[in-house]
Nanobody, 132 residues
Framework: QVQLEESGGGLVQAGGSLRLSCATP????????MGWFRQAPGKEREGVSC????????YYAGSVKGRFTISSDNATNTVYLQMNSLKPEDTAVYHC?????????????????????????WGKGTLVTVSS
C-alpha cells in the first residue's frame, strides 16, 4: 500500500499562486508515475498533470499548460504542483495519485476522460479555492 499525503491547498485570489505537495512516506517517488487530478463541485474528476520522477518527463492537461508546473524532489520523495495565474475555474479538490505504469498515468492525464479511474493509489485531497 502506498500512502499519499497532500498539502498546500487554501484560499487565494484570482491571479495568485499556490504550491501543492504530495508526500509518499516510506516510498520512493522514482518507483511510480505521480499525477495530480482535481474535482470541482458538481463536476467529474479530471487530470491535471503527471511526472515520471525517474525520467523527469512531465505532462499537462491543456487547461493548465503554461500556468502549472509539476516537479519532483527525489531526495524527499515529494511531488509538487506549482500553480500560477490561478483562475476561479481552478477551484477544486486536488488529489495526488500514483501508479507503477507510467504509460497508464500519462494516458489518464492527457487522453482519458474518466478522471484517473483505475490508477493504483490516491491521496485524500487538498482544497484549492480561487476567489474572483
Amino acid at each position: 500500500q502506498v500512502q499519499l499525503e497532500e498539502s498546500g491547498g487554501g484560499l487565494v485570489q484570482a491571479g495568485g499562486s499556490l504550491r501543492l505537495s504530495c508526500a509518499t512516506p516510506g516510498r520512493r517517488v522514482t518507483d511510480y508515475a505521480m499525477g495530480w487530478f482535481r474535482q470541482a463541485p458538481g463536476k467529474e474528476r479530471e487530470g491535471v498533470s503527471c511526472i515520471s520522477s525517474s525520467s523527469g518527463n512531465t505532462y499537462y492537461a491543456g487547461s493548465v499548460k503554461g500556468r502549472f508546473t509539476i516537479s519532483s524532489d527525489n531526495a524527499t520523495n515529494t511531488v509538487y504542483l506549482q500553480m500560477n495565474s490561478l483562475k476561479p475555474e481552478d477551484t477544486a479538490v486536488y488529489h495526488c495519485a500514483a501508479d507503477s505504469n507510467v504509460g497508464f498515468m500519462v494516458y489518464s492525464i492527457t487522453v482519458a476522460t474518466q478522471g484517473g479511474y483505475g490508477l493504483d493509489y490516491w491521496g485524500k485531497g487538498t482544497l484549492v479555492t480561487v476567489s474572483s
